[in-house]
Structures are given as C-alpha cells and as structure tokens.
C-alpha cells in the first residue's frame, strides 16, 4: 500500500481550503495550488474565517491549529505544487471541460507515483480517468463543507481503480478523521448528494416557480421534519458558487427553463454581488446570525 506523506490540493475554494488545513491539521505536509495569486490569497482568507470554527467546535488550541498552518504551502506552479505529491486531490470548478484539461496538463508532470483524487459532487469518475493517464491510480473522495463537523468521505473508484490505491484512500481519509464511506460502485452524487440534490433541487424550484419566499421554504422544511435547517440554508454551507456550477451544468443538460432562470438569479444578484453564503458572511441569509436559528423564525 502506498504510503501517503505529502498532499497537494489542488483548487482552493471553500473545499478545497478546508480539505488542505483539516489534512495539515492531522499531520500531512500539504501544498494548496491555485491558477493565479489572488485565488491564493482569497485561500488565506477563507482558512482565517474557518480556524474559529475549529476552536469552538472542536476545541483545538491556537498552538496547534498555528502548527497545521504551517505545514501549508501555497503554489501558482501546478509543476512546483505536485512535484512531490503522494496524492494529488483535485477540488476546482465542478464543470466536466475544466476537469478534463486540468487532468490532461496534471498528467504529463505529475510523478509516476502520485494518485490522483478528484472531490467532485457530481461527475462520475469514469467521465474524467481516460484524462489522467493513470486510471489505476485515479478516484472519486468527497467531502463535505464544514469538513470539521461533517466528517465523512465517501471513496467511489472505476472499473479500473486499483483495489490497493482504493484502500490507501480508505485509509487516509480515516488518518484525517474523516468517517470513511466506501461505495461499490459509481453513483451519480455518490450516497450523500444521491439523497441531498432531490432536496434542493425541490427548494429551488419553488422559488424559481414563485410557490413561496426562501423562509417559508425553509420553516415548512424545519417545521415538518424537526431539521436544525432547511434547503436554502444548506445551499449557504455548500457555498453558492458550487452550487451555480452544479445547477447551471444540470439545467443546460435537462434544460429545464426554471432551473435556468434560478442560475441566472444565482449569478446576478449573489455570485456577482459577493454574496457566496456562510463563507463570505451573505448569501441568502446574513452570518453568523442567520435568521432561521433566531427563536421567533419558526412561529
């Protein structure tokens, strides 16, 4: 089994900085490689807003989680970032022509050695291994946003993954204590996002439709399940860049006009506006203090 020593992350979103400090954090020396300096920076900024979230959540010490950041390292150079990476996890824009010619450029200077993850929500692997050049050593590891608290990482290979790399992604999830979910077989979604998007996805249409305001949405999902939160709050955890590149990709398939029109509403008045969710403090609630967790909201 190969052993995992360094990691480069590439793309340095919200999962992505999320998935390179939890990974420093338990120990790993990781490099976060974005295409340009200020993605870097905004990288920066995204860990500083996140690092309180693991004291109050966690109870981490400010020595250690001052430690993890500096086993971080920060690249423009995918060549520089990857030169010696045991594995190489790839968290950019969920869209299937970005990913593909990431992994053409990644597989002609990657190191032989170095296997290749990808934390897509929504691609299935198989749609991407014939780019890496190393279908063997190429997979699916989902996180979830908030990877501090909702531990969990599903592993989801193709029919030509090696079973041993699919066992060392097994096992390093667990190394960064993830709660390792192991699929069989490819899913579209994997397990969570199989049971998640259908919620969504709903919410979204009656908005788009003009069934009902995003509260009233959202108290009748709290109020009828006992859920701390409803479809839309959960779009601001997810980050609503993420979900614009994974609605716009899903209406332009199925072209779905209400659908269409919520992506557009998503990119004019909230993406374009700076307006990303929980992590830039705005989206469609304002943080830390949303107004569904005030106490009046579900009267």
Known sequence: MTTIKKITVAGSGVLGSQIAFQSALHGYDVTIYDING???????????????????????????????????QFSISLQEAVSEADLLIEAIPESIG????????????????????????????????DETGRPEKFLALHFANEIWKHNTAEIMGTEKTNPEVFETLVEFAKSIGMIALPLKKEQPGYILNTLLVPLLSS????YAKGVADIETIDKTWMLGTGSPIGPFGILDVVGLGTVYHIFKTEAERTGNEEKMKFVNVLKNQFI???????????????YPNPTFQGKDFLK
């Open 38 to 72: 200020e993605a870097i920076e905004k990288s920066k900024k995204l860990i500083d807003t996140f690092l309180p979230r693991y004291k109050s959540d966690l109870q981490i010490s400010s020595e250690k989680l001052e430690e993890a950041y500096q086993k971080l």
């Open 98 to 129: 970005i990913k593909k010619e990431f992994y053409r450029n990644l597989s002609k200077i990657a190191p032989e050695k170095t296997i290749f993850a990808t934390n897509t929500s929504t691609l299935l692997p198989s749609l991407l291994m």
């Open 203 to 206: 919410g979204i249409l009656l």
């Open 272 to 286: 374009d506006a700076g307006k990303l969710g929980v992590s830039s403090g705005e989206g469609f609630y304002k």
